[in-house]
């Protein structure tokens, strides 16, 4: 069983998403599924980079895509649970787009230890990391470390593999750099996105996203 750990300071730098106005301005007038305008803010290319370096990404459908975005999220973040179906739909229906998993676990213990099994699954076998997430959401409830193991255990995983990865120090230092650069990026709402520069925090919507990745392509921005 994985051993529970306390949360580093750093671990808990993100609050629950209950609606994307809460969250500051909206620098570009993007606007949510239901009209609602969803904050955002632009990023540094220093701040770019720092997403585009971070160790334990998970390229969800492979390098090849033309629009890349990062999509942060904590397992525990009902809002992200919402944005897992729509995300799904968007790979399914866009081969040509680029969906980075950033483990973002930032609202508690259960989530920090969902993620280390997440972590070592993306470790040991990265060619079904997409498999483990949609079916680690398919259940109610916490997700903790036993729940995901559960769900591991289901896929036919190394049981005592996916543990020993887990717990390891890199994995305890991707969560913490994650946690540390989306602070510093004031990714203060799971999920959160990060696309063409721009942060937008609070999932606007299946439409939506579409239309920003449109926009990408036409004009290199996410509003044309």
Do not use: W
């Amino acid at each position: 069983m994985i051993a529970r750990l306390a949360l580093a300071a750093a671990l808990l730098t993100a609050s629950l998403a209950a609606s994307a106005q809460q969250f500051g301005p909206a620098q570009l007038p993007l606007k949510a599924d239901d009209g609602d305008s969803i904050s955002n803010h632009a990023l540094t290319a220093d701040q770019m980079a720092q997403v585009e370096r971070l160790p334990g990404l998970v390229d969800a459908v492979g390098p090849k895509g033309n629009v890349t975005v990062y999509q942060f999220y904590d397992l525990n973040c009902p809002f992200c649970r919402e944005a897992a179906a729509d995300v799904d739909k968007l790979i399914f229906t866009d081969p040509a787009l680029r969906l980075i998993f950033v483990p973002y676990p930032v609202l508690s213990v259960q989530s920090v230890e969902g993620a280390r099994v997440e972590l070592a699954v993306r470790e040991l076998a990265p060619q079904r990391f997409l498999e483990f997430h949609r079916k680690v959401y398919a259940g109610r409830g916490i997700i903790d470390g036993a729940r995901a193991l559960a769900v591991t255990d289901a896929m036919g995983l190394d049981r005592k593999r996916i543990i020993d990865i887990a717990n390891t120090k890199r994995v305890t230092d991707t969560m913490t750099t994650h946690a540390k650069v989306g602070t510093a990026l004031k990714l203060v709402a799971t999920p959160a996105y990060v696309v063409q520069g721009v942060a937008i925090l609070g999932h606007p919507g299946l439409e939506p996203l579409r239309k920003i990745v449109a926009s990408v392509r036409t004009c290199k921005a996410v509003i044309c």
